[in-house]
């Protein structure tokens, strides 16, 4: 079984800063893209940020300049720097995971639980 914990939400002011991390375990999993979404209350998921098919990192245009993505295959861990937060980015934050299983199972995608982000004075 693949098991991805997302950790680092919490409760910050407008302009400050958190990290999250994803840590990936279980199973034989290839990871071949990586990334976080969010979903804000009544609203839809949407990407956030991560790698996309090519290796190319992609960012959705309200968190351009503000939030890093990044990642280590090694540790099966990827990370989001958020710095500037504004109350907009308040969501539930969820690592995502696309990649092959047991080298044969191809396709595969697993979603952590969500690690909530309130931005708020």
């Known amino acids: 079984q693949v098991d991805l914990v997302e950790s680092g939400g919490g409760l910050v002011q407008p302009g400050g800063s958190l990290r999250l991390s994803c840590v990936v375990s279980g199973g034989s999993f290839r990871a071949n893209t990586m990334g976080w979404y969010r979903q804000a209350a009544g609203q839809p998921r949407e990407l956030v940020a991560g790698i996309i098919s090519g290796g190319s990192t992609k960012y959705a245009a309200s968190v351009e300049g503000r939030f890093t993505f990044s990642r280590d295959v090694a540790k099966s861990t990827a990370w989001l720097q958020m710095n500037n937060l504004k109350p907009e980015d308040t969501a539930v934050y969820y690592c995502?995971?696309?990649?092959?299983?047991?080298?044969?199972?191809?396709?595969?995608?697993?979603w952590g639980k969500g690690t909530l982000v309130n931005v708020s004075s």
């Open positions: 995502n995971a696309r990649g092959v299983l047991n080298h044969e199972l191809y396709g595969m995608e697993y």
